[in-house]
């Protein structure tokens, strides 16, 4: 894209995004967050949805950081309206990392139960961030849904996000463990998660196994007896 409008150097940042070298789009996004420009944030967003590199796509948000959120949060918002995972899943990590509360509506429960696990996991990441005083009781039961979804690293996410939350999580944490008709990952999920919110320093691996021992063999089988 080229504006005249735009100096050369950021004429030159925006041609580079499309650059065939990921180093050069790197570059390029280190370029516009250094001297921000509000004409330059639809394209911006825009690469945050097709960057396959991981190291410019964060260079990208840290971009779009820079620049004002009066012009940055409802281009981003718009995107979690996007048929393209990675373009939602970007924009909630992007919102997460301006923090505006302004994003707070656009945390839908749609959002925070995407069939896609990396769209999930930044919008749960997001709505902890993002979540007015006083609703953090009414989103630990709609991420308490989630409980047993995924592999370990989707669970070590959901469990991060529960506990973030503080002591508003653990009626629903409580709950799930005692559901007997709730599917056994459920209940070992939610019996690691409460447990790394009384014990952070045990390791969500450690919650885990320590959860499927209590499955087994009941709470005398927790190591030191529960």
Not at 74 to 97: D, G, I
Not at 207 to 221: F, Q, S, T
Request: aromatic share 4%.
């Amino acid at each position: 894209m080229t504006l005249p409008e735009h100096g050369p150097d950021t004429n030159r940042a925006l041609r580079e995004l499309g650059s065939d070298s990921s180093s050069a789009r790197l570059r390029a996004a280190l370029a516009l967050g250094t001297v921000p420009d509000p004409r330059t944030v639809g394209t911006l967003v825009e690469r945050c949805a097709t960057e396959p590199e991981f190291l410019v796509r964060d260079m990208l948000t840290w971009a779009l950081t820079r620049h004002d959120p009066s012009t940055t949060v409802a281009r981003l918002v718009a995107e979690l309206h996007s048929e393209r995972p990675q373009a939602r899943s970007q924009a909630l990590h992007t919102l997460s990392k301006i923090g505006d509360g302004r994003a707070w509506p656009a945390i839908t429960r749609a959002l925070l139960t995407d069939a896609d696990d990396d769209v999930a996991r930044s919008a749960w990441r997001a709505a902890v961030v993002l979540v007015p005083e006083g609703e953090e009781g009414e989103l630990a039961a709609v991420l308490s849904t989630q409980l047993g979804r995924g592999g370990l690293e989707t669970r070590r996410s959901l469990s991060r996000a529960l506990i973030a939350l503080g002591d508003v999580v653990v009626p629903a944490l409580l709950a799930a463990t005692a559901d007997t008709y709730a599917e056994p990952g459920v209940r070992e999920h939610a019996m690691a998660t409460e447990r790394l919110f009384r014990d952070p320093d045990a390791g969500f691996a450690f919650a885990i196994e320590d959860a499927k021992r209590i499955m087994v063999l009941g709470p005398a089988g927790q190591e030191g007896g529960g």
